[in-house]
């Protein structure tokens, strides 16, 4: 696994900080273990522009996953977060490089790969209990084969598993029977994550999937996703603007910066952290906490010549939410 550090606590995030450059938390290449969950390998992305020209938006990115880690990405807006994202997913190639996700080279979009999208992605002409039953039915029986004796047990076993996670995310067995439009956001998007859980996919992948939603109700998910994650550990990557949310929901932050203005300069890894199992907040851990997000916000900025967390350095505050919020 890359790592720049390894740490217990906040704490001792914040002391070994302290005590190394900020050479040693950059990403080195990734481990040949064919057991990760995701291997990155040298990927490079650029977009044409004009004639004569290309943005690289992406540069040398090399990162390995281990099962059962809760990743999250960081970085300002355009640092290729949801980009790298959309390549483990298999939706986007990259131009130079490889991913594997299970050993397997990744080359489209296959069930090794869950996605839970910022927008609610539910077919409106189904119920929640068809939108959780069709991915699972589809995948396993086509039209003819379920003309098949064995579909209607199968169909069965599909139905008790989408009500028991409906009520792992917090939902009543009548909603079943409502359409996405009869419901909030909030309860959507949980249907949403149910959708992509009934997939037993090897990696989960959410891309700001809570940034849509008002403050107690992403507050409310954020716990829920934490639990659900705690009780299965499924593989997860998670991309986000918030640094707090990173630090409550992962085991790990790994930050994206771009390495210059230039339209050849592209975004390496210029932060890769490992957090407490247990995650973190600032009702928690304080003090620790604050500085902790600092640190990482200035990673994000791309100030990278920064290789302590002062609390005296000039950096944006954080925004915290207050109402119900678990930070």
């Not at 390894?6 to 990403?27: E, G, H, I, R």
């Not at 009934?198 to 008002?214: P, T």
């Not at 916000?297 to 505050?317: K, M, N, Q, V």
Request: charge should be neutral; charged fraction near 20%.
């Amino acid at each position: 696994m890359v790592s720049g550090l390894s740490t217990p606590s906040a704490k001792t995030s914040l002391q070994a900080l302290n005590s190394a450059p900020a050479t040693a938390v950059a990403a080195a290449g990734p481990c040949p273990d064919p057991k990760a969950a995701v291997r990155i390998e040298h990927v490079g992305v650029s977009y044409p522009i004009g004639k004569n020209h290309r943005r690289t938006v992406l540069e040398d990115i090399s990162l390995t996953i281990d099962p059962g880690e809760f990743v999250v990405l960081l970085g300002e807006t355009g640092c290729g977060k949801s980009t790298l994202l959309r390549m483990i997913l298999g939706q986007e190639r990259p131009i130079s490089g490889n991913i594997h996700v299970g050993g397997s080279p990744v080359s489209r979009v296959d069930a090794r790969s869950g996605y839970v999208p910022q927008k609610y992605a539910l077919f409106p002409d189904r119920t929640v209990l068809g939108n959780l039953t069709m991915g699972p039915e589809t995948s396993k029986y086509h039209i003819l084969g379920r003309l098949l004796p064995s579909f209607r047990a199968f169909r069965r076993e599909v139905r008790e598993e989408a009500y028991r996670q409906l009520n792992h995310m917090g939902l009543q067995r009548s909603d079943a029977n409502k359409y996405p439009h009869q419901l909030s956001g909030g309860m959507q998007q949980r249907v949403a994550i149910a959708q992509a859980l009934m997939m037993k996919n090897r990696v989960l992948l959410m891309d700001e999937a809570f940034s849509a939603l008002d403050p107690a109700t992403r507050s409310s998910l954020q716990r829920l996703l934490r639990s659900v994650w705690s009780e299965t550990r499924p593989t997860v990557v998670f991309v986000t603007h918030n640094t707090a949310e990173a630090l409550f929901l992962g085991t790990r932050v790994i930050v994206l910066a771009r390495t210059g203005r230039e339209d050849h300069c592209g975004s390496r890894v210029a932060l890769d952290m490992q957090l407490p199992t247990s995650g973190m907040s600032l009702r928690g851990n304080g003090q620790e906490f604050l500085d902790l997000v600092d640190h990482i916000e200035h990673f994000s900025r791309g100030d990278r010549a920064t290789t302590t967390a002062d609390p005296e350095l000039e950096a944006t505050t954080p925004a915290f939410p207050t109402d119900g919020d678990p930070l």
